[in-house]
């Protein structure tokens, strides 16, 4: 092992620790409740999620409630529920991207795509700390849409046109929002 374990060539601690986390994303905020919970130490939330109309919805973001949008980010972007959060529930590692931006002890309220995706989110999201999953917005944004409430949208560009608006000298503020290791692979 001595000889052949490349984690085992190092003598100073510091660089075997280095070498051992390399690639391990960082910790999520609710990182605690999370090894509480996987210890008995804090009771699992397991109520189904149950659907809100979107004045229900509303009513429940204006008092505290965190909206996750699980539909991709080209649909997202063309028009969400205003304070709304998306994390697409097909891309990866949604659960612990959730969870890092989900304050700690907000009820959750979920915006699906298809039918599937409450059943998918909810037990994904409960191995990560959050289990306050309390509903899902029964008819998606066109329910939100038919009554009246106030969407907002992010307009969505490819990366091709970003590199012509950079060439072409307009002042562009870019934010790269991917994990450490994304970035260091190029950026």
């Known amino acids: 092992e001595r000889r052949f374990n490349p984690a085992l060539q190092f003598r100073d601690r510091g660089r075997f620790v280095d070498f051992l986390m390399e ?18 130490l804090v009771p699992l939330a397991s109520a189904k999620p149950r659907p809100f109309t979107a004045k ?15 539909r991709d980010p080209a ?9 709304a959060i ?24 979920l915006v699906p795509e298809g039918p599937s995706d409450v059943d ?16 899902f917005l029964q008819w998606g944004m066109v329910g939100w849409r038919s009554e009246g409430l106030r969407v907002e949208t992010v307009p969505q560009i490819s990366v ?11 002042e562009v503020e870019v934010i790269d929002v991917r994990e450490p290791a994304e970035w260091m692979e190029g950026h």
């Open 120 to 135: 998918r989110a909810t037990p994904a999201l409960a191995r990560v700390g959050v289990d306050d999953v309390q509903g």
């Open 160 to 170: 091709h046109d970003l590199e012509q608006w950079l060439d072409e000298g307009r």
């Open 86 to 109: 998306n994390v697409w529930i097909d891309g990866p590692q949604f659960a612990e991207r959730v969870s890092w931006f989900v304050p700690a002890g907000a009820p959750v309220l």
């Open 56 to 70: 229900e919805a509303a009513a429940a973001v204006a008092g505290g409630a965190c909206m996750v949008d699980l």
């Open 75 to 83: 649909t997202f972007g063309e028009g969400h529920a205003p304070g």
């Open 23 to 40: 690639g391990v994303p960082p910790k999520p905020p609710s990182f605690d409740t999370i090894v509480a919970k996987n210890r008995g």
